[in-house]
């Protein structure tokens, strides 16, 4: 683990939120992805 300094502790949560946003538009584009195979295959 880091040591968290009150410098990190500041850019932690906005690194955080960052990396929800991230995750969460890759997890939709993947499911957006399945939904147009299973659609095409049937």
Known sequence: MVAITPHATRI??????NMIAI???NEAII????IIIFLSDN
Do not use: Q, R, S
Request: proline share 8%; no cysteine; hydrophobic share 60%.
């Open 31 to 34: 499911v957006l992805l399945f």
């Open 23 to 25: 995750g969460a538009t």
């Open 12 to 17: 932690l949560p906005t690194m955080g939120i």
